[in-house]
């Protein structure tokens, strides 16, 4: 008798490797987390049940990342009360950048995250602030030293 089992075409790829996410959540870390939503879970009223149970709600990281990114908009506004010789150009502009782009990805990804949108447009946004208080401090800084070097020196 023959084998008549079915073989793949010689040309077709080989399957894939198991990936590294395979064993992602199997962590003590992961198994406490587990543990502490699933007690929550009971205590959850059914008026806020949507948001518990959301793609990117408050049992998922993609609600965690972006409470906690509004530290760097705190920081940001706090840093509104330096003086503009003290800010650094090249990390606000690289601030503002992430913080544009990744506004952009937020509404690209599936689910949509509309908190991590947020608080990406408030971080572009307080960085952008920050560079304008910088490049409006070198202007009157430039404009202080022409109006020195125009001024007669006057000795005595």
Same mark, same amino acid.
């Given at each position: 008798?023959?084998?008549?089992?079915?073989?793949?075409?010689?040309? /077709?790829?080989?399957?894939?490797?198991?990936?590294? @996410? *395979?064993? =992602?959540?199997? +962590? !003590?870390?992961?198994?406490? %987390?587990?543990?502490?939503?699933?007690?929550?879970?009971?205590?959850?009223?059914?008026?806020?049940?949507?948001?518990?149970?959301?793609?990117?709600?408050?049992?998922?990281?993609?609600?965690?990342?972006?409470?906690?990114?509004?530290?760097?908009?705190?920081?940001?506004?706090?840093?509104?009360?330096?003086? /503009?010789?003290?800010?650094?150009?090249?990390?606000? @502009? *690289?601030? =503002?950048?992430? +913080? !544009?782009?990744?506004?952009? %990805?937020?509404?690209?990804?599936?689910?949509?995250?509309?908190?991590?949108?947020?608080?990406?447009?408030?971080?572009?946004?307080?960085?952008?602030?920050?560079?304008?208080?910088?490049?409006?401090?070198?202007?009157?800084?430039?404009?202080?030293?022409?109006?020195?070097?125009?001024?007669?020196?006057?000795? /005595?």
């Amino acid at each position: 008798m023959s084998s008549t089992a079915v073989q793949p075409p010689p040309s /077709a790829p080989p399957p894939p490797p198991p990936s590294a @996410g *395979a064993s =992602a959540g199997k +962590g !003590i870390h992961s198994k406490v %987390y587990n543990g502490i939503i699933g007690a929550c879970d009971k205590f959850v009223p059914a008026k806020m049940r949507p948001l518990w149970m959301h793609p990117a709600g408050p049992k998922t990281i993609f609600f965690w990342a972006p409470i906690f990114k509004w530290g760097l908009v705190v920081a940001g506004l706090s840093d509104l009360a330096r003086p /503009a010789d003290t800010i650094s150009v090249s990390a606000c @502009g *690289a601030l =503002a950048a992430t +913080g !544009i782009i990744w506004s952009r %990805y937020s509404l690209v990804i599936i689910p949509k995250n509309y908190s991590l949108f947020a608080v990406n447009l408030f971080v572009g946004l307080t960085q952008l602030v920050q560079l304008g208080r910088a490049y409006n401090y070198q202007l009157e800084k430039e404009k202080l030293q022409k109006e020195e070097e125009k001024k007669p020196a006057v000795t /005595a």
